[in-house]
């Protein structure tokens, strides 16, 4: 059997089994992604002498029966924002080049320490402030479905290692809607983890009150995996999950605002498929989506700048300008506005999680777009913007209001359909994303 074509799950069974072999498997990926067309542009750089090594060691656990974990030996990427001893981590951004950790960042250590294999990091949307994925500073990853799509962003390498069989999983982070909207856009589940639930130590920050560490992976099962590997603990048990009697509250109003015909349908007709397997399905709108959501620009950008501030501003042209752009909005927000927009986030956030309590999940459109042309996302400032605020609209309800999020494809190419639950609440949401999974085919 081809195993790279098998999830991560499948393959850690198989090395635990014998029927596969960790050493051979990350010689077929690092092979792989050396000799695919587009290989630079979805690793920013290979790891082969770390690869083979952690390889060679999980093959040895694997014949005296010493597995570390269920994914022990098993290949995956990382995101260019995650540390790794000796090796680069420049976070998609000439103002990183040549920057060299010592140690690795604690998740991935704690991965290393349960037998994943580090293939490489992968390219991304620079110092990671963009849903869209494109890059010209460094690359730009191509769109599994076409290469002259965006690839979503800013896990933009990490979703396509995994789609295209470079990476049998990958580690990507959320801030945005960066774990979600690659995801979506290349057929793949991704989870956004609650805030604070997997470390930030050795990862390069955007928004340390946002950011988070999330699995892109080609099944629920795997996001599983990946999240216990990342966390050093058990798995969650996903056996016997089921939809009959799930309460599920699609999320009206500004989800669906402007969104394009595609990701809508897809939605739907995922919704329908989730009824009628037993999940009793309601409709409304939350005021305080709203208002919270009418927050993103005072909270965001300002915590963005002050912690790059000094770096970007002594060497602004090493920067893209629509993302520098970005940034600097930062620097127009009064620091009594931000204070107290997040007295009255904290505030909405509880009103939020009141409305929602009966509820296992809160369902809207991962993106209410598609993947639009690279190409021109890079020679349209005013297209640029206008896309990457649509493209992070919907996932970013999620971050602003703390939430777990996933997302799973609905069938229909580059869209996808996004489970959200109540903060901490990974276990849950995974087992009805596996009985979600299961009944979108």
Excluded at 8 to 28: D, N, S, T
Excluded at 81 to 94: H, M, Q
């Amino acid at each position: 059997m081809d195993w790279q074509q098998a999830t991560a799950a499948e393959q850690g069974r198989a090395i635990a089994a014998g029927k596969a072999c960790p050493v051979e498997l990350a010689e077929a990926y690092l092979e792989a992604a050396s000799a695919h067309p587009e290989g630079n542009r979805i690793y920013a750089r290979l790891t082969p002498d770390r690869a083979r090594a952690e390889a060679m060691a999980a093959r040895s656990r694997a014949k005296a029966g010493l597995g570390r974990g269920p994914l022990d030996g098993v290949s995956v990427s990382w995101k260019d924002l995650y540390d790794s001893a000796g090796v680069a981590t420049e976070a998609g951004s000439r103002l990183l080049a040549g920057r060299v950790p010592v140690a690795d960042a604690e998740v991935l250590r704690r991965a290393t320490l349960q037998g994943l294999v580090c293939l490489g990091k992968t390219h991304m949307t620079e110092l990671a402030f963009s849903g869209l994925g494109v890059n010209p500073s460094t690359a730009t990853p191509p769109n599994v479905h076409d290469p002259r799509l965006a690839p979503g962003g800013s896990s933009s390498g990490a979703a396509v290692s995994v789609a295209m069989r470079l990476a049998a999983a990958a580690v990507g982070s959320d801030t945005g809607g960066s774990v979600r909207i690659p995801a979506a856009w290349n057929d793949l589940v991704g989870l956004k983890t609650t805030h604070g639930r997997l470390p930030l130590a050795g990862v390069v920050p955007l928004c340390a009150r946002f950011d988070t560490v999330g699995p892109l992976a080609r099944s629920v099962e795997d996001c599983a995996l990946m999240l216990a590997a990342l966390e050093g603990a058990r798995a969650p048990d996903l056996r016997d999950a089921g939809l009959t009697g799930m309460r599920l509250l699609v999320l009206e109003g500004l989800p669906f605002e402007d969104a394009r015909t595609e990701p809508v349908r897809g939605f739907e007709a995922a919704v329908e498929r989730l009824a009628a397997a037993g999940a009793r399905v309601e409709r409304r709108a939350l005021p305080m989506v709203d208002a919270a959501m009418a927050l993103s620009g005072v909270l965001f950008a300002p915590e963005a700048y002050g912690l790059w501030k000094d770096v970007i501003e002594a060497n602004p042209k090493a920067m893209y300008p629509i993302i520098l752009e970005r940034f600097r909005t930062g620097a127009q927000v009064l620091a009594a506005d931000y204070v107290a927009a997040w007295a009255e986030l904290d505030r909405l956030r509880g009103d939020y999680l009141a409305a929602t309590a009966g509820f296992d999940a809160v369902l809207v459109p991962t993106a209410p777009i598609l993947p639009p042309d690279a190409k021109r996302l890079l020679s349209d400032p005013a297209y640029f913007a206008s896309e990457n605020l649509l493209a992070l609209r919907n996932t970013r309800i999620g971050n602003i209001f703390g939430l777990c999020v996933l997302t799973l494809p609905t069938g229909l190419p580059a869209t996808g359909i996004s489970l959200m639950a109540a903060p901490g609440a990974e276990e849950r949401l995974l087992r009805l994303g596996i009985a979600a999974e299961a009944a979108l085919g």
